[in-house]
C-alpha cells in the first residue's frame, strides 16, 4: 500500500517557522518529481513549491526566499522549511510525490498549518 504522510504543522506566531516533512512508503518514488501545496478554508489548492525533472525547482512567488524544499534520500523524506510565516500562509499544506516507474502522483492527507498574528 502507497502511502505519503506529511507531518511537522502546527500553530506558530506570526514570522515564525516550522520544517513540514513528507514521508513516502509502498512504492519507489521519483525524487526529481514531487511537490508541495497548500489550501486555505474557502480557496483552492495552490502550489508552494515543486521540483520536477523540466525546470528543477521552482517556489511560488508569495513564498521565494521564505519557504526552502530539501531531501533526504536515505529516509525517503522531503521537508518544506518554513520560515517568517505570515498570517496568510494559514492553511493545510499537502505533498505530493510521485511513482518513480508509474508516473503516478501520490497526496497525502495533509497537515494544518496555523500562523497567529
Known amino acids: 500500500q502507497v502511502q505519503v504522510v506529511e507531518s511537522g504543522g502546527g500553530l506558530v506566531q506570526a514570522g515564525g517557522s516550522l520544517r513540514l516533512s513528507c514521508v513516502g512508503s509502498g512504492t519507489i518514488f521519483s525524487r526529481n518529481e514531487m511537490g508541495w501545496y497548500r489550501q486555505a478554508p474557502g480557496k483552492q489548492r495552490e502550489l508552494v513549491a515543486d521540483i520536477n525533472s523540466r525546470d528543477g525547482t521552482n517556489y511560488a512567488d508569495f513564498v521565494k526566499g521564505r519557504f526552502t524544499i530539501s531531501s533526504d534520500n536515505a529516509k525517503n523524506t522531503w521537508y518544506l522549511q518554513m520560515n517568517s510565516l505570515k498570517p496568510e500562509d494559514t492553511a493545510v499544506y499537502y505533498c505530493?510525490?510521485?511513482?518513480?516507474?508509474?508516473?503516478?502522483?501520490?497526496w497525502g492527507q495533509g497537515t494544518q498549518v496555523t500562523v497567529s498574528s
Open positions: 505530493r510525490r510521485q511513482g518513480r516507474f508509474n508516473g503516478v502522483d501520490y
